[in-house]
């Protein structure tokens, strides 16, 4: 459809009106955004974006994504105008219980909504994430007779998002790695929360963008639809291996005199202005008013993009009829069906019974046995692969001359990692993992907590586990990230004792389709625990916790441990008498989903002397252990000695056990 400038200025108006009215109805929501950058709008959803409304999950469509994720209305408006199945009145529930249009937006609940949005900068990192997702997809799946995947990422942000330090990590990736299928709007109107962004901000984002090694566009007047649809048309015809910033000066709050152009327009300041300013703009009093033109051209303009997946679909059919072995890949990808643990479990060879091994090297081992035969599985790492062990032999790297490179290198970009980690996710073709030090997941926890919000499939890998990192010192020895980690919902945290119960968590992490799952490994070597049938110790791993050996009498005392502690309760169970029996438990989240029968079967009610020992706080074990055990572990920071030094100083022994039962 050729560019309509008047049906889309009326369209513009109208989504002013939605944004308006559905902020006032709620008392609550921020009107800056979708007043300000309405255009835009218009724009993409009235006339660009390659989509089909009525097949939102369409593997071509091109992606929006809002990383100003308060400006939600902004979005819904333009998803209820474009015909996506969110309805006026869904609108006007906005930000009311169950509605499909919560305050911010959140991935699985309103079709269109790519990815949860709202702590700033991350969509911007989700939107590079996406865009990898793309070469990748181009790269591994096209033909020269059949093209299937030749989509665009675009992306809106404000002063927020680029004053995030998560946009500058992703941003410079993008750049580094030529992701030209990715178009970044910038919303610069100038105003921050508090005060004109001149208060906070004195940089040059052209310049910086520009020394990012993107392509850069101002357009003066944002809120012109040729000039944005000329600027847009032209950074998708330019694939010349940089991604695209198009600022748009935009005046926040356009269309409520009162506060336009100010601070005081980001939030709902406006609300009590909103009757005159509907007035003005000429909307008539009826709320959530959508005209029947304006219905009609959308009409017209879904008909148009039904017509051209339709051609699209035709095309992918005869993809899938000349590439069987691709279309069936692909398909593993899209159905989240990369692996069973079970058919996982089957391809990793047992370790060498008896031979002690560092977790992070088993881990290497086990993801390396894995991606011979799970093809859809990437790994990356914060610049740490010679440490964390997780580079994919004969995988490649991921670059601009190789995007069917299966190891990433994020660069020293822990927080931009995690969010283009998710981005690729969000994408649901590839299952991605990415790797650090276990105390730098700090940098990556607004990432991780959003994927355990949004149910996002991926992995991470986390070395160094603990103070047995040892001359690195306390700002190296994880303490209480254990234990904070185990506190988000939706998370499978685990830390396996061996290279059988690190195969096993490997498996499971790569089976797991419904929330993230973080795989924490130690640095030292820790001893195998071949007294143990490798099936017992991997199915075991699987329920999260098991009998690591079974008292030889009646049940006096239970002892639990993960990690390298679990040798150990091993240890100290031999000189403890027939009445003790030790628990392993390398994931307490997959341990509390077992039946009742089976929680009671290891760790029955009646037996209450119980000790539980990890290396790191104490706080979650007193659940296992109850009023009458015991937790031994290490509720303070860290010391640099050698490794074994500071884990017998900080009472991380057998001996320590022993003393415990004793006492």
């Not at 310049?207 to 809120?223: F, K």
């Not at 299952?431 to 997941?441: I, Q």
């Not at 991470?460 to 001359?471: A, F, M, R």
Request: hydrophobic share 40%; aromatic share 8%.
């Amino acid at each position: 459809m050729s560019l309509n400038t008047e049906a889309l200025s009326r369209a513009a108006t109208e989504a002013r009106g939605l944004s308006m009215d559905a902020v006032t109805a709620a008392n609550s929501g921020h009107l800056g955004l979708p007043l300000g950058a309405t255009e835009l709008g218009a724009v993409l959803f009235g006339h660009a974006l390659q989509c089909n409304p009525k097949e939102p999950k369409w593997i071509n469509r091109d992606r929006f994504i809002l990383s100003a994720g308060h400006g939600s209305m902004f979005l819904y408006s333009w998803l209820c105008l474009s015909q996506y199945n969110v309805s006026a009145k869904d609108v006007a529930n906005f930000r009311q219980l169950h509605s499909i249009t919560p305050g911010h937006p959140e991935f699985g609940d309103t079709d269109g909504v790519e990815c949860t949005t709202g702590p700033l900068g991350q969509g911007v990192g989700n939107s590079v994430g996406y865009a990898v997702s793309g070469k990748m997809l181009a790269a591994e799946f096209n033909t020269d007779t059949h093209k299937i995947f030749d989509n665009h990422i675009v992306c809106l942000a404000g002063d927020g998002c680029l004053q995030e330090g998560v946009s500058c990590e992703a941003s410079a990736y993008a750049g580094r790695f030529g992701l030209d299928n990715l178009i970044l709007f910038y919303d610069s109107n100038d105003v921050t929360l508090d005060a004109m962004a001149n208060k906070t901000q004195c940089e040059d984002t052209a310049m910086r963008y520009e020394a990012y090694g993107w392509d850069v566009v101002t357009l003066s007047n944002g809120n012109d639809i040729e000039a944005i649809a000329t600027a847009y048309e032209q950074a998708k015809a330019n694939d010349n291996g940089k991604p695209k910033l198009i600022i748009l000066k935009t005046e926040i709050g356009r269309g409520i005199p009162e506060v336009a152009g100010t601070q005081k327009a980001h939030g709902e300041a406006g609300v009590k202005f909103v009757d005159a300013a509907r007035k003005a703009l000429g909307l008539p009093e009826e709320k959530f008013f959508i005209s029947e033109d304006t219905k009609a051209y959308f009409t017209k303009l879904t008909q148009e993009r039904e017509i051209a997946y339709a051609e699209w679909s035709g095309l992918y059919d005869a993809w899938r009829s000349a590439n069987p072995d691709k279309a069936a890949l692909l398909d593993t990808g899209v159905n989240h069906t990369h692996a069973t643990a079970t058919e996982l479990l089957a391809k990793i060879p047992a370790a060498e019974a008896g031979k002690a091994n560092a977790t992070r090297n088993s881990g290497g081992d086990a993801l390396n046995a894995i991606c011979a035969h799970a093809p859809l599985v990437l790994s990356g790492s914060a610049d740490l692969h010679g440490s964390t062990k997780n580079y994919i032999k004969d995988g490649g790297d991921f670059d601009t001359d190789h995007f069917t490179g299966r190891n990433f290198h994020f660069g020293i970009r822990e927080h931009g990692m995690g969010a283009i980690m998710n981005g690729i996710a969000y994408d649901g073709i590839y299952k991605v993992s990415g790797a650090t030090f276990f105390t730098f997941s700090d940098y990556m926890r607004p990432s991780v907590r959003l994927a355990a919000l949004a149910k996002l499939p991926v992995f991470y890998i986390w070395t160094h586990d603990s103070v047995g990192v040892g001359e690195d010192g306390p700002t190296h020895q994880p303490i209480e990230h254990v234990a904070s980690l185990r506190a988000m919902p939706n998370l499978d945290v685990m830390r396996p004792a061996d290279a059988e119960e690190t195969a096993a968590a490997f498996a499971h992490a790569i089976e797991r389709s419904s929330g993230p799952v973080a795989l924490v490994l130690s640095r030292q070597n820790l001893p195998d625990m071949s007294e143990i049938s490798v099936e017992d110790r991997r199915q075991g791993t699987l329920k999260g916790g098991y009998i690591a050996k079974k008292e030889t009498g009646p049940l006096e005392t239970i002892l639990i441990a993960t990690g390298s502690e679990v040798q150990h309760c091993m240890e100290a169970a031999k000189s403890l008498g027939d009445g003790v029996r030790v628990v392993s438990m390398p994931c307490c989240e997959l341990f509390d989903a077992q039946s009742c029968d089976y929680k009671e079967s290891i760790l029955p009610a009646a037996c209450t002397k119980r000790i539980a020992m990890e290396a790191g706080v104490t706080l979650t074990w007193w659940k296992y252990v109850g009023t009458e055990g015991k937790v031994l572990g290490i509720d303070r920071f860290g010391i640099s000695a050698p490794g074994n030094t500071v884990m017998k100083e900080l009472g991380m022994t057998a001996e320590a056990v022993i003393a415990a039962v004793k006492g």
